[in-house]
């Protein structure tokens, strides 16, 4: 191992004071330092921290990195002497080919930009119900609960087929499982309760198939426990995901005034300004693949069995590859962001979430001309580093009425 090899010790917790939106300076500094840095896993396993554009692309697309839930270490917690199990049936985030194919092939089918477009008026009524219920009440609004969430969460429950009356129960659950302000014990709860939840969905749809993605697929030899899983994975990837980026992504364009009076002025800049949004924030900032052999990475040996923790949010700040990595601009071309992943494992829901940030964004920014925090920035609550998702835990608006 080289000498000038750079080390992170401990995976930061916090951003700076002052940073909600740029990754934590340590990631930012071992970026400075090189694509790639040791790191030690609690317990004292040695790994690999992946800070570059091009390496974790390469890690993406490159099978001899996997994902499988069994390989992966917690990044921050030392679990050693417990045995991580493989990920349940269905789980296929966390799986390798074949069974990752097994899941993802059919699902991809049914989330295509063709099929997301055509759900653009469900998303745009949606959308304005929200807006027309927060312009009712009045100033103040949080806009996590009254905004952010909401849509993404129904737009779950629809592709899903949750029984209308179904969604206040299901929602609380999902929150309480991925809020990551929950104790241990809330967590198992909240779990098990969505977990029974689907169980019932499932069981309703193969009885009584109606016009959504699970009925669809009790019509495949894929079993009961299966389509459990699979729906699990769509909810924790697709409901917070989306509710998060609404929200910071409000919080950024209100902290850059420029930039929200040019995307107001100009709706033909909606989708670049989505693209951006998602290279600037990056709210699934960190994933990891465990090297099933011994592979050659940016001048390192990463042997087998090791861990790399690849940060997607320093990647898409990599300063050779993005100009100015750190200013949000909505006019530069931001496609190749690694926002939604890369490889086998890409969102299967980018579409999905595409077309609700194209629709949400300027609906809200249009509905609310005078659209402001209602305290100051620095007071705006935060989602630790710890959190799978990063975010706001509430976005206080205000506007003149
Ligand atoms: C802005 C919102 C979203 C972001 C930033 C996001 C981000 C990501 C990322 C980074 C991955 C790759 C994980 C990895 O490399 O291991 C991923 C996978 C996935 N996402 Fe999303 N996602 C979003 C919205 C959605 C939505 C709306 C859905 C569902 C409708 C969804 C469903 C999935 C699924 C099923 C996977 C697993 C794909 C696989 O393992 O083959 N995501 N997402």
């Known amino acids: 191992m080289s000498e000038s090899l750079h080390t992170v010790t401990t995976m930061p917790v916090q951003r700076q004071p002052g940073c909600p939106f740029d990754p934590p300076a340590e990631l930012i500094e071992a970026r400075r330092h090189g694509p790639i840095s040791h790191y030690t896993f609690p317990g004292g396993k040695p790994g690999w921290l992946i800070t570059g554009y091009d390496l974790t692309k390469s890690v993406l697309a490159d099978s001899r990195f996997s994902s499988r839930k069994e390989l992966l270490l917690h990044p921050t917690i030392d679990y050693s002497g417990f045995e991580t199990p493989p990920a349940a049936p269905g789980e296929f985030l966390l799986m390798d080919e074949p069974q990752h194919g097994r899941y993802r092939k059919p699902l991809a089918g049914k989330l295509t930009a063709r099929r997301m477009r ?178 050659e990475l940016g001048g390192r040996t990463i042997e087998a069995g090791q861990v790399v923790i690849a940060s997607y949010h320093t990647a898409n700040r990599d300063p050779e590859h993005f100009a100015d990595p750190h200013t949000l601009d909505i006019r530069r071309q931001s496609a190749g962001h690694l926002a939604f992943g890369h490889g086998t494992h890409l969102c299967l829901g980018a579409q999905l979430a595409r077309v609700e940030m194209r629709v949400a964004f300027p609906a809200l920014i249009n509905r609310f001309p005078t659209l402001r925090l209602a305290v100051p920035a620095e007071e705006v609550a935060l989602r630790p580093e710890t959190a799978d998702i990063y975010g706001v835990k509430s976005l206080p608006v205000a506007w003149d009425v």
């Open 118 to 295: 055509l759900l653009t008026e469900r998303i745009e009524q949606i959308t304005s119900d929200h807006l027309d219920a927060m312009e009712k009440a009045g100033p103040p609004a949080d806009l996590v609960t009254a905004f952010a969430r909401p849509i993404p969460a129904t737009m779950i429950c629809e592709l899903l087929g949750v029984p209308y009356e179904d969604r206040g129960r299901f929602q609380h659950h999902v929150e309480s499982f991925l809020n990551g302000e929950t104790s241990d014990e809330e967590q198992i709860a909240a779990v098990t309760a969505t977990y029974d939840y689907l169980t019932e969905l499932v069981a309703a749809k193969r009885a009584n198939p109606t016009d959504d993605v699970i009925s669809d697929l009790t019509g495949t030899d894929l079993t009961d426990e299966e389509l459990r899983g699979m729906a699990l994975v769509l909810l924790a990837a697709g409901f917070d995901t989306t509710a998060n980026m609404l929200a910071l992504g409000t919080f950024a364009l209100l902290r850059n005034p420029e930039q929200l009076a040019a995307l107001r002025a100009d709706p033909a800049l909606t989708d670049q300004a989505v693209e951006e949004l998602l290279r600037y924030l990056s709210v699934a900032k960190t994933f990891m693949r465990t090297a099933l052999e011994d592979v």
